[in-house]
T-cell receptor
Framework: DAGVTQSPTHLIKTRGQQVTLRCSPKSGHDTVSWYQQALGQGPQFIFQYYEEEERQRGNFPDRFSGHQFPNYSSELNVNALLLGDSALYLC??????????????FGNGTRLTVT | GENVEQHPSTLSVQEGDSAVIKCTYSDSASNYFPWYKQELGKGPQLIIDIRSNVGEKKDQRIAVTLNKTAKHFSLHITETQPEDSAVYFCAATLNTGFQKLVFGTGTRLLVSP
């Protein structure tokens, strides 16, 4: 049973460029969340997708956008990259429709470096 | 919004000792508190969680306690082993069905043989 998979594992981009990160959720999961983890910090919530719609968003600018596909996989897009966007980007999946929060399962992340 | 504080930032123990990590949350409406372990180069892995209707939960060498009145929750690891060395994160969230975890800043645990 594959867990959450993310690609690519590492990425180097230049300021001003755009980047797309990809995520496949754990089998049986239909909800995908994205987090940004700066070096030495805890993950910070970017947004969450369910039924192909963004249903909750954290304090991130509109440069950060996403998409969820019918197979539940997801993409995170970041436009006009800044040096401060350098971080580990984590995808987490969960199962909706439960009375209580379904535990989040994280992938190993994509390390983005902006130069 | 929710804010989670975590202490200590680093913790060094000898193998076999116990380790305790403490967190405080700000939003009294939060009712789900997971703990994650993150090893170098990997994503966070859920190790234990607790809901607000429970005061304590145990899973082998790991236990979590919750004090809703004080808005404190703690992770207890007994009989520590070198493979317990990692960064541990606490988190809190509302049970809204739209889970949005707010994480603490992490505790680096080092277990020396």
């Amino acid at each position: 049973d594959a867990g959450v998979t993310q690609s690519p594992t590492h990425l180097i981009k230049t300021r001003g460029q755009q980047v797309t990160l990809r995520c496949s959720p754990k089998s049986g999961h239909d909800t995908v969340s994205w987090y940004q983890q700066a070096l030495g910090q805890g993950p910070q919530f970017i947004f969450q997708y369910y039924e192909e719609e963004e249903r909750q968003r954290g304090n991130f600018p509109d440069r950060f956008s996403g998409h969820q596909f019918p197979n539940y996989s997801s993409e995170l897009n970041v436009n006009a990259l800044l040096l401060g966007d350098s971080a580990l980007y984590l995808c987490a999946s969960s199962q909706s429709g439960q009375a209580y929060n379904s535990p989040l399962h994280f992938g190993n992340g994509t390390r983005l470096t902006v130069t | 919004g929710e804010n989670v504080e975590q202490h200590p930032s680093t913790l060094s123990v000898q193998e076999g000792d116990s380790a305790v990590i403490k967190c405080t949350y700000s939003d009294s409406a939060s009712n789900y508190f997971p703990w994650y372990k993150q090893e170098l180069g990997k994503g966070p892995q859920l190790i234990i969680d607790i809901r607000s209707n429970v005061g304590e939960k145990k899973d082998q060498r790991i236990a979590v306690t919750l004090n809703k009145t004080a808005k404190h929750f703690s992770l207890h690891i007994t009989e520590t082993q070198p493979e317990d060395s990692a960064v541990y994160f606490c988190a809190a969230t509302l049970n809204t069905g739209f889970q949005k975890l707010v994480f603490g800043t992490g505790t680096r645990l080092l277990v020396s043989p």
